[in-house]
């Protein structure tokens, strides 16, 4: 069971360029989530979403887009890579809904320069 | 929206010591407090949860108390070991999504 993959592990962007971060998940959860975390920060939520072709904006969407067209996978896409979008980003699943446990992929460590 | 607040920021015990991290709460319909222990450079794990229903929860060395009346919550691990040394966030839920505190980091020295 690989539980959370997430892809890539490490990234170098321009500015302005766009990247997507994937992310899947084998568990057959129905919540999945995708997180910013900046140095010595909490995770802020950046989307999530409730279930396949359902998504929603968590605290800090500006910059970023999702989609959900299957279970397993909740891309994140980068469309004008900004310095400050610098940061690592978690994807995260869970089975139902926000009181259940959520599973963390091993993240993507994203530099814009 | 929800506002969680955690202290301390950082906390420094010695090897066998007992360590408190507490966490406050403002949106009173909140119902789910996790705690996940993140470890350098690695992936939140979840460490110890517990539900509005219930006061405290134990597991091994970590327990988890609740008090709803004054919206606090906190993480109690006894017996600290160096392995233990790491960033553990609390968070709250009350439909769909967390709210993450910004995280205490623990240190224990042998």
């Known amino acids: 069971n690989a539980g959370v993959t997430q892809t890539p592990k490490f990234r170098i962007l321009k500015i302005g360029q766009s990247m997507t971060l994937q992310c899947t998940q084998d568990?057959?959860?129905?919540?999945m989530y995708w997180y910013r975390q900046d140095p010595g920060m909490g995770l802020k939520l950046i989307y999530y979403?409730?279930?396949?072709?359902?998504?929603d904006k968590g605290e800090v969407p500006n910059g970023y887009n999702v989609s959900r067209s299957t279970t397993e996978d909740f891309p994140l896409r980068l469309e004008l890579a900004a310095p400050s979008q610098t940061s690592v980003y978690f994807c995260a699943s869970s089975y139902s809904d926000g009181n259940q446990p959520q599973h963390f992929g091993d993240g993507t460590r994203l530099s814009i320069l | 929206g929800e506002n969680v607040e955690q202290h301390p920021s950082t906390l420094s015990v010695q090897e066998g010591d007992s360590a408190v991290i507490k966490c406050t709460y403002s949106d009173s319909a909140s119902n789910y407090f996790p705690w996940y222990k993140q470890e350098l450079g690695k992936r939140p794990q979840l460490i110890i949860d517990i539900r509005s229903n219930v006061g405290e929860k134990k597991d091994q060395r970590i327990a988890v108390t609740l008090n709803k009346t004054a919206k606090h919550f906190s993480l109690h691990i006894t017996e600290t070991q160096p392995e233990d040394s790491a960033v553990y966030f609390c968070?709250?839920?009350?439909?769909?999504?967390?709210?993450f505190g910004k995280g205490t980091m623990l240190l224990v020295s042998p």
């Open positions: 979403s409730v279930g396949a072709g359902i998504t």
């Open positions: 968070a709250v839920s009350k439909y769909s999504t967390l709210t």
């Open positions: 568990m057959n959860h129905n919540y």
